[in-house]
């Protein structure tokens, strides 16, 4: 019965949820969570790793020449970059709203690191 529930999971494409189900499975612990509960969370790995993979595509269509994130942007020199700016921008909202960032100035490699890094 597993390996059937395994197979169809797979075969719609739910990965997230059939690694989620075999995670349960592995650890006891599960067992006291209610049926909505277990759901639940396997509905959210789901989603996370949708999520993950739709971001992991995204990036790849982008044709980034170097990896860059947030995290890594040096706000110490001067060049006008302002931590509280940044932070907005990597929330997305912008983004949601159907606006657009665009980011002006000097473009040496210091400065196009923070614009990949936003994107």
């Known amino acids: 019965m597993r390996e059937q529930t395994f197979e169809k999971l797979y075969a719609m494409k739910l990965n997230g949820m059939a690694e989620a189900y ?6 006891p612990e599960h067992d006291d969570l209610s ?3 277990r759901f639940g969370l396997l509905v ?3 989603w996370c790793w949708k999520e993950d993979r739709a971001l992991g595509c995204r990036l790849q269509y982008a044709g980034l020449r170097q990896p ?3 995290e890594d942007v040096d706000y110490r020199h001067h060049r006008g970059l302002k931590r509280s700016q940044f932070e907005q921008l990597s929330g997305s909202q912008w983004v949601k709203q159907h606006q657009c960032c665009i980011i002006t100035g000097p473009t040496p490699r210091c400065f196009t690191n923070p614009a990949r890094a936003s994107a």
């Not at 075999?22 to 650890?27: A, C, I, W």
């Open 22 to 27: 075999q995670e349960h499975l592995r650890h």
């Open 35 to 37: 049926f909505e509960e």
């Open 44 to 46: 959210e790995r789901q």
């Open 68 to 70: 860059a994130c947030i």
